[in-house]
């Protein structure tokens, strides 16, 4: 059975303070976790190794970082290091957020040199595709995730593949206030997992975990995480709210 994740995103938000305690308000709570279960909270550079010691102890929870760098060491001010993130016990990568996207130009070719420096270190990519508005009304979202997939994940082998967390975020909904209906979720979802079961066989392509990202909150994650290729989500501003993640982690179906 495949990993239904629950991830928090929480970008660049929060104090030292404040995050300490956000981690310890969702600690507090009580969840029924099963094996297949994770949750994932990626929060900024400076903030790793205190969410690290919170959280090392805690089954089921892990520690992400929202971004790395391709090179394992050099002159590169202000970037870090896949080995950097597993020295202080962080094993999770975000890569490839439509923001850094976005504000960054990172293409489809320099995530795939992201997707390789992750996998080399034994790391796991969190790996985020999704289309622009404009895209999303041209109904061209099918051939514009298909490429971000064949650019940045096709060359990477069918043991190689299933080692990423695929999420997918509609741009349009991030932070937005507009969600995709879980049918919409649902579509574009299993699009996904076909254009994995084409490229690597239908058994591989479903032992992928793909991951909703966008405007998820506690009162549409049950709707969303029961759609048969929902499998979590990846929580951008409910994931700062104690009750708000920890309502969307008891949804994991």
């Known amino acids: 059975m495949r990993k239904k994740i629950a991830a928090a995103n929480w970008k660049m938000n929060l104090t030292l303070q404040q995050g300490e305690a ?8 009580s969840y029924a976790l099963q094996p ?22 805690v089954p089921q929870f892990y520690v992400a970082a929202q971004n790395c760098y391709t090179k394992a060491s050099g002159a590169y001010t202000g970037e870090v290091s896949v080995d950097m993130l597993q020295s202080i016990g962080v094993q999770h990568i975000v890569i490839g957020h439509s923001e850094r996207r976005e504000y960054f130009q990172e293409s489809n070719q320099f995530l795939a040199e992201k997707v390789d420096a992750i996998l080399a270190k034994g790391a796991t990519p969190i790996f985020c595709c999704g289309e622009p508005l404009p895209v999303r009304e041209a109904n061209e979202q099918n051939a514009f995730v298909a490429k971000q997939l064949q650019e940045s994940l096709y060359h990477l082998s069918a043991d190689q593949i299933q080692q990423v967390v695929i999420a997918y975020e509609p741009i349009w909904a991030i932070g937005t206030g507009k969600t995709a209906t879980s049918a919409q979720a649902q579509e574009i ?11 690597y066989g239908a058994a591989i392509a479903d032992n992928i975990s793909i991951l909703y990202g966008g405007s998820v909150k506690a009162n549409n994650a049950v ?12 929580v951008g501003g409910a994931s700062l709210i104690v009750d708000e993640f920890a309502a969307i982690i008891k949804a994991l179906p």
């Open 36 to 57: 297949h279960h994770e949750v994932i909270v990626a929060v900024p550079f400076p903030y790793l190794t205190m969410a690290v010691q919170k959280l090392q102890q």
């Open 223 to 234: 709707e969303l995480f029961q759609q048969p290729d929902v499998d979590g989500g990846l």
């Open 22 to 29: 956000l981690l310890d308000g969702l600690l507090a709570q």
């Open 189 to 199: 979802q299993a699009f996904l997992r076909s254009e994995l079961a084409s490229k």
